[in-house]
């Protein structure tokens, strides 16, 4: 992520690099996911985390074609409404089809049935 860029910027330099075709909805809707007011517009200044983990969940909307998403602490700097909108995601990614792998070290109500692995480590291990 590019912080001279904005988050629409962002998302079309990531699907040209991703030799992803998108069109004009397509990046609309990623937008819609990563802006809001308080990321509007992002160039001018470095983006706080939260700014750039939504940018990277815009990024999401753009990759239909990937049938698994492997997503590593996705919570991370994401605030309650950020949380709403990944779980949106992960439910419509899940509903279509796809699969989704997740490490989180924060308690989640998953918004599609789930298989957890609760992975602990022993003392002295």
């Given at each position: 992520?590019?912080?001279?860029?904005?988050?629409?910027?962002?998302?079309?330099?990531?699907?040209?690099?991703?030799?992803?075709?998108?069109?004009?909805?397509?990046?609309?809707?990623?937008?819609?996911v990563a802006e809001d007011?308080?990321?509007?517009?992002?160039?001018?200044?470095?983006?706080?985390?939260?700014?750039?983990?939504?940018?990277?969940?815009?990024?999401?909307?753009?990759?239909?074609?990937?049938?698994?998403?492997?997503?590593?602490?996705?919570?991370?700097?994401?605030?309650?409404?950020?949380?709403?909108?990944?779980?949106?995601?992960?439910?419509?990614?899940?509903?279509?089809?796809?699969a989704v792998v997740l490490t989180t070290h924060?308690?989640?109500?998953?918004?599609?049935?789930?298989?957890?692995?609760?992975?602990?480590?022993?003392?002295?291990?």
């Amino acid at each position: 992520m590019k912080d001279d860029l904005t988050a629409s910027e962002n998302l079309k330099v990531w699907a040209a690099m991703a030799a992803l075709s998108v069109g004009a909805e397509d990046l609309a809707q990623g937008a819609a996911v990563a802006e809001d007011r308080a990321l509007r517009p992002l160039a001018g200044g470095p983006a706080v985390a939260g700014a750039k983990r939504r940018i990277g969940l815009a990024r999401l909307t753009l990759a239909r074609q990937a049938r698994l998403w492997i997503l590593d602490e996705p919570f991370n700097a994401l605030d309650r409404h950020g949380v709403g909108i990944l779980n949106r995601l992960i439910e419509r990614h899940v509903s279509g089809g796809g699969a989704v792998v997740l490490t989180t070290h924060q308690s989640w109500e998953a918004p599609v049935p789930v298989v957890r692995l609760d992975l602990v480590t022993e003392a002295g291990s």
